[in-house]
């Protein structure tokens, strides 16, 4: 019997507590989400609702709480093997094609345009706090992840010992004192001071981003801070999206299986470490140079949203000083620092040195001046 291209199920994916059920009903494609958690669940919806007059959203068909969590309905995008979303014009091999520039070009001007409508001073308490202000509160992921614990750099030498050691990062000298950083980074998320923010979906990863140019998963939408969403998309595009998201959780990517192919063009190379008890310093040599078509996103990302933004909203404003605090989060916040392997922990806390560093400079961190004349 021929199967009925009308009516179809499955297969189920999991992406972190969510599981992802594609259906087709009638001849309609569909996607099941199922959301554990309530406030998640009504977060997705209010962010659905509000993104919907400013960007291209798939259609939110119904939702219903079920046992144990709440089960919503949408329209399905075409979104297959290795295709469908923007990790796919990211992973494909060679020189960025006209296609990732057009995508590129669409995006920013999306996010431009939005941008001057909606953007606002706000207090913190009025902004998404799920990425940044939450995780850096008493009982939040800092303090799940760090919180009391120390762990190994490098044999016998641990993270909090490093601030008695001169580091030196592909030869410039840097100075990482773990405590501090911690202390900073809790500090940074417990002002008062307004900040410039305008409505946006939050978590703009190379997942969440469809293609044809669409907008996915909600429950961080809505009024989000700039210099956290602009943070966001540079670190995951250059180091979470193509190396440490594909290491740690390879199994997310079951339908995209080119990006697991990309991994080894992703991984920063450490070439070179060396530590001398007599003079107390510790000598990194390393590269990222991630996939040509990764670098040439977060370049034109740079340059048509975030240097304009920056000029009309921060004119003569340190941009590295305002990005600092959000880099700093997503680098200690996504995954636990002491549970990556060894090789990536040194690579993370010399990128976390360097984002610390008060010299700090977003062209040269995010190696945005290899590509500045490349792009078209």
């Known amino acids: 019997m ?10 189920i994916r999991r992406f972190t507590r969510n599981l992802l059920l594609p259906a087709t009903v009638a001849g309609h494609p569909i996607m099941l989400k199922y959301t554990r958690d309530p406030s998640e669940a009504l977060a997705e919806i209010r962010g659905h609702q ?3 007059d400013h960007y291209r959203v798939p259609a939110l068909h119904t939702h219903q709480r079920v046992p144990g969590g709440h089960l919503l309905l949408y329209e399905r995008l075409p979104v297959g093997t290795d295709s469908g979303l923007l990790l796919d014009l990211l992973n494909q091999p060679g020189e960025p094609t006209n296609e990732l520039r057009d995508y590129m070009t669409a995006l920013t001007e999306a996010y431009r345009k939005a941008m001057s ?7 913190p308490r009025h902004i998404v706090r799920k990425l940044y202000w939450d995780r850096a509160q008493p009982g939040g992921r800092l303090d799940d992840y760090y ?12 993270v909090s010992e490093l601030t008695n050691h001169t ?10 004192d773990w405590h501090h950083t911690l202390t900073w980074i809790r500090d940074q998320f417990a002002t008062d001071e307004p900040i410039w923010a305008a409505l946006t979906q939050g978590d703009p990863t190379d997942v969440n981003l469809a293609y044809p140019l669409a ?8 009024m989000n801070s700039l210099p956290g969403e602009f943070a966001n998309f540079l670190w995951y595009t250059t180091a979470l999206g193509g190396w440490l998201v594909p290491t740690y959780n390879p199994t997310a990517f079951t339908d995209h299986p080119a ?18 008890p007599r003079t107390r310093t510790i000598r990194i040599d390393y590269s990222t140079t991630p996939a040509p078509a990764r670098q040439a996103a977060a370049n034109w990302y740079w340059k048509h949203l975030v ?12 941009l590295g000083q305002l990005l600092r605090p959000y880099l700093v989060m997503r680098i200690l916040a996504i995954y636990n620092v002491a549970d990556l392997e060894a090789r990536d922990r040194m690579i993370i806390l010399a990128r976390l040195a360097e984002a610390m560093d008060p010299g700090f400079n977003p062209i040269t961190f995010f190696h945005l001046e290899e590509t500045l004349c490349a792009t078209p």
């Open 147 to 158: 919180l009391g614990r120390d762990y190994p750099f490098h044999g016998p030498l641990t």
């Open 50 to 52: 509000v993104l919907a």
């Open 117 to 123: 409508t909606t953007a606002r001073l706000l207090h």
């Open 259 to 276: 990006t697991l192919d990309q991994l080894p063009i992703n991984r920063p190379k450490l070439h070179w470490l060396a530590i001398e």
């Open 307 to 318: 240097e304009p933004t920056a000029a009309d909203l921060w004119p003569g404003q340190d």
């Open 2 to 11: 021929t199967p009925n291209p009308r009516w179809s199920i499955g297969p």
């Open 215 to 222: 907008w996915l998963d909600y429950d961080t939408a809505g």
């Open 167 to 176: 580091l030196i990062v592909n030869n410039r000298e840097l100075h990482l």
